[in-house]
């Protein structure tokens, strides 16, 4: 217990924002400093400010009323430390000095809240030299070892009431509705707000579709007297054979987003009506679902415990209602993409939900 008081600490968020951060940070920094009487820095701008030495002290103050606000206090950035951008461009390896401001801060360990890319990051840290405590955050859900991340719930939910406002207008118009959601290279997102909203379609990158099968499925649809069909489309899906050799798509570009490609060739198909939506930076926007805040309070207390007995280069998953230290070297560089037999793709194939595969 003596040695844990005279710990210090040091905490960034990497990559793209999501909301959850603050929620996290919160309880990482209250947790740490309230039982264990750490002390806690934060470092600004993720690993850019840890490599330009930017930080300060985090008080009491500063960790209230924090829970609600999306974004992240300590701002964000996508730097990566072995490839430091300078002015003109070029880049370089900025490694070493990310390890000797961390030894001249005298800190004990990094806290790094992130996704997919910066569990890749903090495993260089660690392999030069920096004891590091992961969290796993992204709206894209898909990094391997957590059943979740924090940041998804949310996203899902704002996904989720896209796909609802869509369906009044749809019916309205008669029209096909394409709704693109983010999600990187995984279909977590489209799959759980196309599932919870009742998209008649649902694209994943996991599941290369077919087009022609999408257009069959909206013309059942219209031949039963459905006004309209809801598309949910995964920024990363792509058709059987990729976009790059089919020159239909080529016409339908239109700043290669795969829901206006999706959106062009269903109208051309089914000679009904289509109109497309790409959610966007929507979905990291805003306050964390109570979801969301759960979780990410649940994972930054627990990074708390594992600071204080000195569990080090480990991120911490959730697993149910508890949660996991797994060792970081197992969880960098892995992707968590949707099983195909996931029990959404499973639930939304027995009520008649497209994935454009069969
Ligand atoms: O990883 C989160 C995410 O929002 C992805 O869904 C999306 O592909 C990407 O970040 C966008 O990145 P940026 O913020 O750099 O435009």
């Known amino acids: 217990m003596a040695k844990s008081k005279s710990k210090r600490i040091g905490i960034f968020t990497a990559g793209g924002d999501c909301p959850g951060l603050n929620a996290a940070i919160r309880g990482v920094a209250k947790a740490a400093r309230r ?5 806690v820095i934060g470092i600004y ?5 840890l490599i330009e030495n930017r930080w300060r002290a985090l008080d009491w103050d500063d960790l209230s009323g924090i829970l609600t606000i999306g974004g992240t206090m300590l701002r964000t950035s996508r730097t990566k430390p072995h490839a430091y951008q300078l002015p003109g461009g070029e880049t370089i390896d900025m490694t070493a000095q990310a390890y000797e401001n961390y030894r001249s801060l005298g800190l004990d360990c990094l806290v790094i809240l992130g996704g997919g890319g910066t569990q890749r990051n903090a495993l260089r840290l660690v392999e030069a030299g920096c004891n590091v405590i992961t969290l796993p955050k992204t709206i894209d859900n898909d990094i391997a070892g957590t059943d979740v991340c924090f940041g998804y719930d949310t996203a899902v939910t704002i996904g989720t009431e896209a796909i609802d406002r869509l369906h009044s207008t ?17 279909g977590w997102l489209a799959l759980g707000a196309g599932v919870a909203g009742g998209a008649d379609a649902i694209l994943i990158p996991e599941i290369p579709f077919d087009i022609e099968v999408v257009a ?3 013309r059942d649809r219209d031949r039963q007297g459905k006004r309209f069909s809801i598309v949910a489309v995964a920024e990363g899906a792509e058709p059987r054979g990729g976009f790059a050799d089919d020159e239909e798509y080529e016409h339908a570009g239109e700043g290669h987003h795969v829901g206006t ?3 062009r060739r269903l109208e051309v198909l089914t000679e009904l009506e289509a109109r497309v939506t790409i959610l966007g930076y929507v979905q990291r926007g805003g306050s964390p679902t109570p979801a969301d805040r759960l979780l990410a309070t649940k994972l930054g207390t627990a990074s708390a415990d594992l600071l204080a007995e000195g569990t080090y280069n480990v991120m911490v998953a959730s697993r149910g209602e508890g949660w996991k230290a797994l060792p970081l070297e197992d969880v960098a560089g892995e ?5 195909l037999d996931h029990a959404w793709v499973r639930a939304a194939r027995l009520i008649g939900t497209s994935f454009g595969d069969e």
Do not use: C, W
């Not at 749809?170 to 995984?186: C, P, Q, W, Y």
């Open 35 to 39: 039982k264990y009487g750490i002390e």
């Open 45 to 49: 701008d993720g690993f850019q400010g």
């Open 170 to 186: 749809a019916d309205s118009h008669k029209r096909i509705m394409v709704l693109e959601l983010m999600g990187n290279k995984s």
């Open 216 to 218: 069959d499925s909206i």
């Open 261 to 263: 490609r999706v959106g």
């Open 335 to 339: 992707r968590r993409t949707v099983p």
